[in-house]
Each structure stands twice: as C-alpha cells, then as structure tokens.
C-alpha cells in the first residue's frame, strides 16, 4: 500500500512561489507515475503535473506549463511541485497521486492512490 502525504501549502500573493511536497512511503517514487492534481471549490479536480518512473518523462496543464515544474528526489522518496508566477486561479486544494504504471496520465480515476490534500491560496 502507498502511502502520500503532502505539505507545503499555505497563502502567498500573486507573482510569488511555493514548492509542494508529497513525500511516499510504501514504495519508491522511481517506480510509480507521480502526478499533482487540483481542485478548486464548486470545480472538478484537474490535472496539474505528472512525472513518469519510466525515464522521468514530465507532463503539464497547459496552464501551469512554464511555471510550474514536477520533480521527484528518489533518496528521500518525495515528489515535488514548484511553483512560480503563481495567479489568483491556482487557488486550490492540490493533491498528490501515484499510479503503478508510466503514462503520465491527465485523467484522476487513472491514478491509484492520493494524498490528502494541501491548501494554496493566492491572493490578488
């Protein structure tokens, strides 16, 4: 069973940064598809950010590419989520996920196990 617990959230103002973390447990990173969903009030959860353990391979929401960036460090088996340029509409509450197999998939019922969620509030 894998496990994810993320941190790092918290209220920053517009054109600021945060970097998230999902740290997991149960399991390396390097074998899972680590992936960073979020979902903000009255909206579905959308895809924000994934990682692949086939080759590190990345993929974004067009609308965090650029800003955004997905990274995972194997010995401390966490994923992280840094983000910049930050706008009022990334208000949300991001979650982590894993999936056993590559694809770096958009699509939240692909991925197997979540985190709790993190709060992040950006303040125009």
């Known amino acids: 069973q894998v496990q994810l617990v993320e941190s790092g959230g918290g209220l920053v103002q517009a054109g600021g940064s945060l970097r998230l973390s999902c740290a997991a447990s149960g399991r390396s990173v390097s074998a899972l598809t680590m992936g960073w969903f979020r979902q903000a009030p009255g909206k579905e959860r959308e895809f924000v950010a994934a990682?692949?353990?086939?080759?590190?391979?990345?993929n974004y929401a067009d609308s965090v590419q650029g800003r955004f960036i997905i990274s995972r460090d194997i010995a401390k088996n966490t994923v992280y989520l840094q983000m910049n340029s930050l706008k009022p509409e990334d208000t949300a509450v991001y979650y982590c996920?894993?999936?056993?197999?590559?694809?770096?998939?958009?699509?939240?019922?692909?991925?197997?196990?979540w985190g709790q969620g993190t709060q992040v509030t950006v303040s125009s």
């Open positions: 996920a894993a999936d056993n197999g590559f694809i770096t998939s958009t699509i939240a019922r692909r991925y197997d196990y």
């Open positions: 990682v692949s353990w086939r080759g590190g391979s990345t």
